[in-house]
């Protein structure tokens, strides 16, 4: 049912950005991809890290969030996908050694069409998930279970959703942006932003699927 659940959600978020679309790997591109960092996790995992202030071709670019996701899509990578504190604490020295400002993950707000759902509601609190990796981000209000800055624009804890136009589905690390430290916080999406792109078994797989002759 969980697999089902997040299957319809990212079809809704497919949907929702209508003419843009999320961009599909290109083999070549994926077989030379970039690597700035490996982390092993508790249970052996292993996970590459693509950063984009250290590449030269992209060392100055500053993207909006699908953008960004695309850049890291088209080299079988998504944008960060922060599923264990142990991997926000990871990424987050990666933003202290760097002085980088800020950056996007693949954090999303289910607020398009499928999202309307009861175990979703208030979708501020239940509605965050993971793109990168389809796994759901913890109940914004279990506060020790994810890393959302207390503050924000307005002085209030994040998420608050404060812009009125568009609002703030998208989910971005700010180093220390409100004298708050390096915490995550929700952010309109057209905002322009430097990334962090992860390995994507999904996207590494069907690569490898149609095209065996290609080492990855």
């Not at 070549?28 to 249970?43: E, G, N």
């Not at 990578?77 to 050694?97: C, G, H, P, W, Y």
């Amino acid at each position: 049912m969980l697999l089902q659940t997040l299957f319809m959600i990212v079809c809704g978020l497919t949907a929702v950005t209508a003419q843009r679309v999320l961009a599909l790997p290109d083999p070549k591109s994926c077989a030379k991809r970039v690597k700035h960092a490996l982390w092993t996790d508790p249970l052996g995992n292993t996970h590459n890290y693509f950063f984009s202030w250290l590449h030269p071709a992209t060392a100055s670019l500053e993207v909006d969030w699908l953008d960004a996701r695309n850049v890291c899509r088209r080299h079988c990578m998504d944008a960060v996908s922060l599923e264990t504190l142990q991997e926000n604490e990871f990424i987050k020295q990666q933003l202290a050694r760097y002085g980088v400002k800020y950056i996007w993950t693949s954090g999303r707000k289910c607020d398009f069409d499928g999202c309307n759902r009861a175990d979703l509601q208030p979708t501020i609190v239940n509605g965050w998930f993971w793109s990168g990796s389809e796994a759901k981000v913890p109940p914004t209000d279990q506060r020790a279970l994810g890393d959302w800055s207390n503050t924000g624009g307005d002085g209030r804890p994040q998420p608050d959703n404060r812009e009125d136009d568009e609002g703030e589905p998208c989910l971005a690390i700010l180093n220390n942006f409100y004298n708050d430290g390096i915490k995550w916080h929700d952010v309109a999406c057209s905002h322009e932003k430097p990334f962090i792109c992860e390995d994507s078994e999904q996207l590494l797989n069907f690569v490898r699927s149609r095209n065996p002759e290609i080492p990855l």
